[in-house]
């Protein structure tokens, strides 16, 4: 049975990415120990559009009343929530900016967290329509450590993967990396080698 992968980056540097190099780490682990996987790819860092009135008012149109237009609007969100849809993992490498997400990972979150697409109300508050599925964040950050007071980008993704249904959601960082870079990045490869694949 094929082992579905969706591999996420948004950090705005390319070559010199360390949540780059360790959320290929991670991938590389987690497709040798599943041998039929198929792998998507997705560079946040390549345009991706702020929700605007339009968008939320499309959104929230009925997909049968939907004008041409609004579906045009909603193509790139469709798309994306049917590549977390068919994962089985997602491997996200993301850096802080400034003690939270950065704006293009906000942005995918935005686009993906949708009513009756990735959760639904219902008589007992929302529900997430995400189920049995495993992320693996990749993290770097020049001075902020993971579950520290500075950190406001875990727990804010532990709950919106919580919210979509995802519960179990894991974190390997190089944390620190201007305050010892070598032992930060050696401290994540030794997390990721740990890793259960």
């Known amino acids: 049975m094929t082992h579905n992968i969706l591999h996420i980056d948004a950090s705005a540097r390319s070559g010199a990415s360390i949540s780059r190099k360790l959320s290929a780490q991670v991938l590389g682990r987690v497709t040798t120990a599943n041998p039929d996987n198929s792998v998507v790819s997705r560079d946040l860092t390549q345009g991706f559009p702020f929700v605007s009135e339009d968008w939320i008012g499309a959104s929230y149109t009925p997909a049968a009343d939907r004008t041409e237009a609004q579906k045009e609007l909603l193509g790139l969100s469709n798309a994306l929530v049917a590549e977390i849809k068919a994962a089985d993992t997602i491997v996200l490498g993301t850096p802080i900016y400034n003690f939270a997400a950065p704006a293009a990972l906000k942005s ?57 249904g995802i519960t179990d959601v894991q974190y390997i960082g190089a944390m620190g990396l201007n305050m010892g870079a070598d032992a930060a990045i050696a401290k994540a490869d030794a997390d990721i080698a740990a890793l259960a694949a």
């Not at 949708?114 to 950050?141: C, D, H, M, W």
């Not at 020049?142 to 727990?155: F, N, V």
Request: no cysteine.
């Open 108 to 164: 995918w979150i935005d686009m993906i967290a949708r009513v009756g697409e990735t959760f639904q109300y219902g008589a007992n508050g929302p529900e997430g329509l995400l189920k049995n599925k495993r992320v693996i964040v990749a993290l770097a950050s020049g001075g902020t450590q993971i579950g520290s007071p500075l950190d406001h980008i875990t727990p804010y993704l532990t709950f919106i993967f919580g919210f979509m």
